[in-house]
């Protein structure tokens, strides 16, 4: 599995992903917009020395890289919380992955969800619909490797 991280405003939030990656044997993160690349002390304090475990690279061009994603066989899946978005135990994809997180304000651009093979969103019955992003990336990790098992 893959994990893009695209316009994350917190480097704890990065780290904290980094994290996130290296428990769920993630095998690589691309960080690209404005989000935060190591060596940053911000992220290593969260990381923990995740990133320097987790393969990373930082990306310019987020829409080629979801084509180049394709290309070579990766379905594509934007964790948002929005109308079209299916409830990610719902998503049952075959084969790898790439699962992309967006801002802690704006979500993923719709320009970016419209390349997206599938949509999904974490259920939340409770009256606040909304998670810290990398609250979201650990659940949605958790929930695509069981998945996988």
């Not at 935060?36 to 310019?60: F, N």
């Not at 990610?88 to 970016?112: H, K, N, Y």
């Not at 997206?116 to 998670?131: A, E, F």
Request: with cysteine.
């Amino acid at each position: 599995m893959i994990v893009i991280a695209h316009n994350i405003r917190s480097l704890h939030n990065v780290g904290s992903i980094f994290r996130s990656c290296d428990v769920f044997g993630v095998e690589k993160l691309y960080l690209s917009g404005i989000t935060g690349a190591p060596p940053r002390k911000e992220i290593a304090k969260v990381a923990l020395g995740s990133e320097h475990r987790v393969a990373w690279e930082t990306v310019g061009d987020m829409l080629g890289l979801i084509s180049r994603l394709q290309s070579d066989g990766y379905i594509v899946v934007a964790l948002e919380n929005e109308p079209r978005a299916k409830p990610i135990d719902a998503c049952v994809p075959i084969g790898p992955l790439a699962i992309i997180l967006g801002s802690e304000v704006s979500g993923i651009d719709s320009s970016v969800l419209d390349l997206c093979d599938h949509v999904v969103k974490i259920p939340m019955p409770g009256r606040k619909q909304s998670l810290n992003v990398s609250v979201a990336a650990g659940i949605a990790l958790f929930a695509l490797t069981s998945q996988a098992r």
